[in-house]
């Protein structure tokens, strides 16, 4: 039977029927989107709420509080162009002084052309831009190849690209066992300058 001899009532009869069925349609799609989408806002807000907790922002900084960086890396170089590296554990700025960072378990690396690097190593330390000093407090040890000192304190001059030290300071050399009451490293450890009570004990070394 073709559409031209559908009786008039019949065709009515299934155009209401797919209307009906198509608004069926609709009205579960009305009902079920919303539902849907407040589904997906919860899920998100969800995710949202337990990034806020485990993340590193859980904790709101609160004004005036210091400025903390954690496994902070420098580089820089000195008025001569010669590289220096500066790590630490955490790097906090005092919040009363803008110029001034503390410093903890610092490790200096003094970049050295041609030869290895001068590590130098302390529990804490303390940064002061302006006038380029950076002071290191605290089992501080010198190490580079075949030298190897322990000391209490020593300061770096990040403009000169010299390190000093007021205090005592044990080790060993290239020639053996020295003992001062100061020192100094210039020229990136081609040169080191020990003062105050110098005393040493030679190491001979024997040929092949």
Same mark, same amino acid.
């Given at each position: 039977m073709t559409d031209g001899a559908i009786p008039p009532a019949l065709r009515r009869a299934q155009e209401s029927r797919s209307w009906r069925r198509r608004s069926r349609q609709v009205r579960l799609l009305r009902r079920f989107l919303p539902a849907l989408v407040g589904l997906i806002l919860l899920v998100l807000s969800g995710y949202l709420g337990l990034a806020?907790?485990?993340?590193?922002?859980?904790?709101?900084?609160?004004?005036?509080?210091?400025?903390?960086?954690?496994?902070?890396?420098?580089?820089?170089?000195?008025?001569?162009?010669?590289?220096?590296?500066?790590?630490?554990?955490?790097?906090? *700025?005092?919040?009363?002084?803008?110029? *001034?960072?503390?410093?903890?378990?610092?490790?200096?690396?003094?970049?050295?052309?041609?030869?290895?690097?001068? *590590?130098?190593?302390?529990?804490?330390?303390?940064y002061n831009q302006s006038d380029h000093l950076l002071k290191l407090m605290g089992d501080v040890r010198l190490n580079s190849g075949d030298i190897s000192f322990a000391t209490g304190a020593s300061s770096f001059d990040t403009a000169l690209g010299e390190l000093i030290?007021?205090?005592?300071?044990?080790?060993?050399?290239?020639?053996?066992?020295?003992?001062?009451?100061? !020192?100094?490293? !210039?020229?990136?450890g081609d040169r080191l300058v020990f003062g105050g009570g110098v005393s040493t004990r030679l190491e001979t070394r024997s040929g092949p």
């Open positions: 806020m907790l485990t993340g590193p922002q859980a904790r709101p900084v609160e004004a005036g509080s210091p400025i903390q960086l954690v496994n902070p890396r420098f580089i820089g170089q000195d008025s001569k162009g010669r590289a220096f590296t500066l790590t630490a554990r955490t790097a906090t *700025r005092d919040p009363a002084d803008d110029d *001034r960072v503390t410093l903890d378990q610092p490790v200096l690396l003094l970049r050295r052309d041609p030869g290895e690097p001068i *590590r130098v190593s302390a529990r804490t330390g303390d030290g007021d205090g005592a300071i044990q080790g060993v050399g290239s020639l053996g066992e020295i003992n001062a009451k100061s !020192y100094g490293v !210039y020229d990136r």
